[in-house]
Structures are given as structure tokens and as C-alpha cells.
């Protein structure tokens, strides 16, 4: 069976395939000096809760934005997996042309959701991904990766106001039921919210328009269904675009 760990600047992915399906997936916050013993310690307890056992897996492949991760994440797979992990961006083929001008600065997220977006769904595509950036970007019909968009993330815009203006408090996100708020809470929730909805419609249309083409679009990552029902610019909202993306890496260089 094949761990797929999928890190983000905030929160990390651990998700097991059996070559078949998924059989469970698990998140955890992003700790850059977590040690392989200390993964190894929380993945048991979650395997254990589910029946399973480190023992069963054979197999990994990392995608990681956090690069001081990687030598732990790796350590975690060679000592108690027994496999020596595929790491995206070490020597891996992905398959896809990378048309940018300099393709080793593309984040190894944005080339595993183009791939997983391409596998999953016909024609060009814009994926978004919402997480501590906001990605947008260009898959074509060949699934190359053409480029795109990179924004703060939601969360980030939640927190930087907050630390920059001392009278505006800390907020949680949610869908206001008022594009007018009738509080400072209500106000900074539909600024925030409605402000990401109108930045996602904009940069769409742009997109479309300059490439003169019909463009499905698909919304990714863990703040993507909080924009479910609210606009008719996402096509699909499918939160298994990276980890796809992962299985289909490794079923081409294994």
C-alpha cells in the first residue's frame, strides 16, 4: 500500500491507497521540525484506530512546499516503511510539459494538481486551490502546466488585518448571511468572504478571455467547499485533486 503525503505551508495530508481506492486520509497541522520518530508515533495511533498497521505499507511518495520537511518526511519512509520515497521534484517524472519560463520555481503542488486535475476531467482547465496561497492556474488539453495566479490565501488576509489594525478583531470564516455587515464582525466576514468570491469570478473571466477558449474549472483544498453554492465560476469542487495527482505520479515511476 502506497502513503501519499501532500504538505502544505499549513497543513500536511496523509492519505493510504491500496492501489484501488483510498482507505483513509488523515490531516495535521504543518510542524517543519517534526522528527520521522514523532510522524511515525501520531500515524500509528491513527492506523491502529483504523484497523491498519504501518507493517502494510510498502510504498510513498512526498509532495512538499516546506523543504526543511523533507529530510524528516524521508527518514520517516526509509525507517518504518522500509521504501525509499518518491519526492516530487527529486528526479520524478511527472509526464507533463511545464511550459513557464523557469519550471523549477513551480511549486510542486500547483504540478501535482495539474496533473491530478487532468486525469480526472477533459479539455483546458483552471484549478483553483485554496490554502495559505490561493493558486490559480492553467492546465491545458495535452495536460501541460501553462502558468498562472498566486494570491494570499483567505486565512492570511483574515490574519493580517486583524495584526495590522488594532481595533479589528480576530474572526472566524463563514458565509455572512448580508453582503452588508451590520458589525465590525459581520463587515470584516463579508469583506473577507464576498472579497475572495469577487477575487476568484474576476481573475476566471481574465483568464477565459485571454485564452479564448472553453475552460472547466475546478476548486481544490481545504477552504474550497466554503465557497460551495456561492458562485457559478467553479464548475467542480474536488477535494482530491492533489492526492490523485500523487497516486498517478507514482503509478508512472514506479
Not at 510542524?31 to 520521522?36: C, I, K, V, W
Not at 484506530?49 to 512538499?64: F, H, P, R
Not at 495584526?163 to 463563514?174: D, Q
Request: proline fraction near 4%; charge should be negative.
Amino acid at each position: 500500500m502506497l502513503l501519499a503525503i501532500e504538505q502544505g505551508n499549513t497543513n500536511s495530508l496523509f492519505a493510504i491507497h491500496d492501489g484501488t481506492s483510498w482507505i483513509a486520509q488523515w490531516r495535521s497541522a504543518t510542524e517543519p521540525n517534526r522528527t520521522a520518530d514523532e510522524y511515525a508515533v501520531w500515524l500509528s495511533q491513527l492506523f491502529a484506530m483504523n484497523g491498519l498497521s504501518l507493517k502494510t505499507l510498502d510504498a510513498c511518495i512526498i509532495s512538499s512546499v516546506v523543504p526543511q520537511s523533507i529530510f524528516n518526511l524521508r527518514n520517516l519512509s526509509r525507517r518504518y516503511l522500509g521504501a525509499e520515497p518518491m519526492v516530487i521534484g527529486e528526479n520524478v517524472e511527472l509526464g507533463i510539459p511545464i511550459r513557464v519560463g523557469k519550471p523549477s520555481e513551480v511549486g510542486a503542488d500547483r504540478v501535482v494538481n495539474a496533473l491530478g486535475a487532468h486525469v480526472a476531467y477533459p479539455g483546458p482547465l483552471i484549478v483553483i486551490d485554496s490554502g495559505t496561497a490561493t493558486t490559480i492556474d492553467v492546465v491545458a488539453a495535452d495536460g501541460g502546466f501553462e502558468g498562472g495566479i498566486i494570491a494570499p490565501g483567505i486565512h492570511l488576509s483574515v490574519e493580517a488585518l486583524h495584526a495590522a489594525a488594532a481595533k479589528l478583531p480576530r474572526v472566524a470564516l463563514r458565509r455572512p448571511n448580508h453582503i452588508i455587515g451590520r458589525d465590525t464582525v459581520s463587515s470584516i466576514q463579508s469583506g473577507v468572504f464576498w472579497g475572495y468570491v469577487g477575487l476568484i469570478e474576476g481573475l476566471v473571466a481574465r483568464i477565459r478571455q485571454e485564452r479564448q477558449e472553453a475552460m472547466t474549472v475546478i476548486a481544490t483544498g481545504g477552504i474550497a467547499a466554503l465557497f460551495q453554492g456561492a458562485t457559478d465560476a467553479i464548475d467542480y469542487f474536488d477535494p482530491d485533486v492533489t492526492v490523485r495527482g500523487l497516486v498517478e505520479v507514482y503509478r508512472r515511476n514506479a
